[in-house]
């Protein structure tokens, strides 16, 4: 089983950081499955903001993160905690961030690494809202 439950979101002003984390628990590889961000704004569909596969050292970012947010993992005996590190946030980053894993596929990683169909496991959500 697939456990994740996400960390850390807030209400900040606009050019403000907050930092996300996700705890993934459970019986499983953690090293073989892709992990990744995935939010969404209300009345848009879910999109995605970045995406990892360590054990291939293997990141995507959204277009619209240009270099404001940074995706990283932690590996222990327990699980994995992924976090995303968000800098200069913009009234635009408001919406609900979750938190998603899948089976690593080098085909979907290839071909659609950020589709938020492409993952089956996800996390609760946690709320991101930034003032102007």
């Known amino acids: 089983q697939v456990y994740l439950a996400e960390s850390g979101g807030g209400s900040v002003r606009a050019g403000g950081s907050l930092k996300l984390s996700c705890e993934g628990s459970?019986?499983?590889?953690?090293?073989?499955?892709?992990m990744g961000w995935f939010r969404q704004a209300p009345g848009k569909e879910r999109e995605g903001v970045a995406v990892?596969?360590?054990?291939?050292?293997?990141?995507?970012?959204g277009d619209f993160v240009k270099g404001r947010f940074t995706i990283s993992q932690d590996f222990s005996e327990d699980g994995v905690t992924m976090y995303l590190q968000m800098n200069n946030l913009k009234s635009d980053d408001t919406a609900i961030y979750y938190c998603?894993?899948?089976?690593?596929?080098?085909?979907?990683?290839?071909?659609?690494?950020?589709?938020?169909?492409?993952?089956?496991?996800w996390g609760q959500g946690t709320q991101v809202t930034v003032s102007s």
């Open positions: 990892i596969y360590t054990n291939g050292n293997s990141i995507h970012y």
């Open positions: 998603a894993a899948e089976w690593y596929s080098d085909y979907v990683w290839s071909v659609a690494p950020l589709s938020r169909k492409s993952y089956s496991y």
């Open positions: 459970g019986y499983t590889s953690w090293h073989k499955y892709a």
